[in-house]
């Protein structure tokens, strides 16, 4: 954690600082070891006096997400939905690498928060204009919603282990071991799997994948 700061005035601590210095914490620290105690002692308040702009550490990561969440740019007019489901989905993935807790925080709570919402009515707003029926476009924007969060989630952790020395060594370790008899294809194509566990090629192959899938379902 950063040193604290000197003691927040009085009058004003505001919603705004106190979402701007918890997501300071959170990409600093991680989620996992942020907490309203340690948020009100980098502010230099006491932790009540949090509650007076957020009820719990819930309501808190909500206003954080919809922070983040409010960054992304709109969906680009005057394009094929195909590519406007590319833009939706390569922003979102770009801003989770930019602040990698915006994938706990969507993990945790997928469907609270403004701002989410008005991401997802972006989505959807593609989706049923391109032909796609009402479960259709529910199914199509949960299906790429998941694959966004569930690939970038497993990206963030990958780029992780890497700058891991320990991780790392663990990791090439537990490959190099692998017995050639018992896992034959995966030894054969370790190295195309080391290459494709990131990046913007791999995302970008999964993605025209699922939309090829689509294409049948718009009218």
Not at 2 to 31: F, K, Q, W
Not at 46 to 51: K, N
Not at 88 to 106: F, G, K
Request: some cysteine; glycine content about 8%; aromatic content about 6%.
């Amino acid at each position: 954690m950063a040193a604290s700061r000197a003691r927040t005035p009085r009058n004003t601590l505001s919603p705004e600082l106190i979402v701007r210095t918890a997501l300071e914490l959170m990409e600093s620290d991680g989620t996992s070891a942020f907490s309203l105690r340690g948020l009100a002692a980098e502010l230099g308040v006491g932790p009540m006096a949090l509650y007076t702009y957020f009820r719990n550490k819930d309501d808190l990561y909500d206003a954080v997400r919809n922070h983040l969440m409010g960054l992304l740019p709109p969906v680009p007019d005057g394009v094929p939905w195909q590519d406007q489901v590319r833009a939706v989905c390569r922003s979102l993935r770009s801003l989770m690498l930019q602040h990698p807790c915006l994938a706990q925080l969507l993990a945790g709570r997928p469907l609270s928060g403004q701002e989410t919402a008005r991401v997802a009515e972006g989505l959807l707003g593609v989706l049923r204009s391109a032909g796609f029926g009402k479960e259709t476009a529910a199914r199509t924007h949960t299906t790429l919603f998941t694959y966004v969060l569930g690939s970038t989630s497993w990206e963030i952790q990958m780029a992780a282990e890497r700058r891991d020395p320990e991780a790392w060594r663990r990791l090439r370790t537990t490959m190099e071991s692998l017995s050639a008899t018992e896992f034959p294809t995966v030894v054969e194509l370790a190295p195309e799997l080391a290459r494709t566990t990131g990046g913007d090629a791999q995302f970008d192959y999964g993605l025209d994948l699922l939309i090829t899938g689509l294409e049948p379902q718009a009218n």
